[in-house]
């Protein structure tokens, strides 16, 4: 009996445990705000991560530059087996032959003895005429540059993402649309079978409305697969790929307050930052460069041993002789480098950094003229969306009048069936152009905080309309 019962506490857990989870699977998702969907993507998107991380990687570079300024230590330590001959003579630097030190010896032996070397060596290079400032401050120019490509991707993302919410709800208002203009054919059919039926009018009418409630059906699929690929691109953008997402739309149906947003230089926006920041990192290349034609300083110290099993009159050391140093020196001084040709290099190269930087600013002068051109053309969009906003209402109020009165006339057999279909597609025209008139306005907002490069004052206004 105790076996029984628990066979069924484990099957009514595991009852409860799948049935929690179908429950779970089936939860409809949290409906999103404009804001919410805007933070999803600043958090979730790939790009944004990408951009920080490269920021972060220009800021180790900063840290890498400034460990020019440290002293260079370095620690040696050798052991060979090796034979001893020696001769006269000189060769320039390569790899081989290795240099031998010690007298020339009249013999030619096979006999190799064990040799050591160790030292250690202190380098730091006390002035370098303002060299490694400037390296410093190019790595500091591309941390501000990469930066500002943060705001940049930041907003870019934010648009693409807000763009993306009101494309998903201009795609349900045009399902909403279409699922009611299907309903409108359906009662038409069931009207005109029943006259039908009744010899008030003819065959052809049924066929007819058949006909408009196929099309109508049809165009209601279309709208609802604009809508589904409009969710599954608004779950891409927000770094939600493959999930369910849902958006709320209260305060997009209604007209936004009038007035437009304050105007900003464009100089302030942060593609124009960050093109300026390229021109900086430019100029400190080309400062860099400046400062390379100068002679280079090291202060060193240095001590050293050697061990070697051989002695200076031919004979071998036999045993462990030279496995460990016996011989010791220091040294200390300083040593000046100066690449005496290296001008010509230093010259092209400079050059070079000329003609970027004519590039760069002129790019920035495109950039400043874009953004100008960009915010003229919201100003106008949003003057213009706002002004059709105002009349559809007027339309759709009278499209549904003509259509009632078209619909009355045809059920007295004053008006025929192909005036009533003009009539309901020119009342499901007025309800889709009603219905997306205020987006536009929206999305005509939208365009212009995008070329002010800040969506705060947009969402604050959203907020004002959300009374959140």
């Known amino acids: 009996m105790m076996s029984l019962f628990l066979v069924m506490v484990a099957l009514t857990l595991g009852l409860s445990g799948s049935l929690a989870l179908a429950a779970n699977e089936n939860d409809d998702p949290v409906p999103l705000t404009l804001d919410k969907a805007v933070e ?15 920021a972060a990687a220009a800021t180790a570079a900063t840290d890498l530059a400034r460990t020019a300024y440290l002293p260079r230590l370095d620690l040696v330590w050798q052991t060979n087996r090796a034979t ?34 160790t030292g250690v060596l202190f380098t730091w290079e006390p002035f370098d005429f303002g060299l490694r400032k400037a390296g410093v401050d190019t790595a500091r120019a591309i941390v501000h540059q990469a930066n500002a490509n943060i705001e940049v991707t930041r907003l870019d993302v934010s648009v693409t993402a807000a763009d993306a919410f009101l494309t998903l709800l201009a795609s349900e208002q045009a399902v909403r ?19 039908v039926k009744s010899d008030l009018r003819p065959g052809a009418d049924a066929s007819r409305a ?58 302030v926006h942060p593609f124009a930052a960050a093109q300026a920041f390229a021109i900086d990192s430019v100029k400190a290349r080309e400062m860099e460069l400046n400062r390379s034609y100068f002679p280079r300083f090291d202060f060193q110290v240095a001590t050293f041993g050697r061990g070697s099993g051989a002695l200076t009159n031919g004979q ?13 020196n220091w040294a200390i001084g300083m040593t000046a480098k100066f690449q005496v040709f290296d001008f010509a290099s230093i010259r092209n190269r400079r050059e070079i950094e000329k003609h970027n930087e004519a590039v760069e600013n002129a ?11 960009e915010r003229e053309r919201a100003r106008a969009e949003v003057d213009g969306a706002r002004h059709i ?80």
């Open 84 to 117: 001893r001959n020696n001769v006269f003579g000189l060769v320039f630097p390569q790899p081989l032959p290795l240099p031998i030190s010690g007298p020339v010896l009249n013999t030619n032996s096979a006999t190799s003895v064990w040799g050591t070397g």
């Open 389 to 468: 906003a105002e009349q559809t209402p007027i339309q759709l109020e009278a499209a549904k009048v003509a259509e009632r009165q078209v619909l009355a006339r045809y059920q007295a057999g004053l008006a025929t069936l192909v005036e009533v279909a003009d009539a309901q597609r020119l009342l499901a025209q007025a309800e889709i152009e009603d219905s997306l008139a205020r987006l536009r306005v929206w999305r005509a907002l939208l365009g212009l905080a995008s070329s002010r490069g800040d969506l705060e004052p947009f969402l604050a206004q959203i907020r004002a309309g959300t009374g959140s």
């Open 177 to 195: 649309v279409a699922q009611a203009s299907v309903y409108r054919a359906s009662v038409l059919l069931k009207t005109v079978d029943v006259l």
């Open 40 to 54: 999803c993507a600043l958090s979730k998107y790939p790009a944004v991560r990408a951009v920080i991380a490269q």
């Open 363 to 373: 790019r920035l002068e495109k950039v400043i003229q874009d953004l100008t051109g």
């Open 210 to 267: 058949l006909a408009e409630l196929a099309s109508a059906k049809t165009q209601l699929i279309q709208a609802q697969q604009r809508e589904q690929v409009s969710r599954a691109t608004l779950a891409q953008v927000i770094g939600m790929a493959g999930a369910p997402v849902a958006v709320r739309g209260d305060p997009f149906l209604q007209l936004p307050p009038s007035g437009l947003l304050s105007s900003t230089s464009p100089a």
């Open 316 to 328: 071998v050391l036999g045993g462990t002789n030279g496995l460990w140093p016996n011989t010791f």
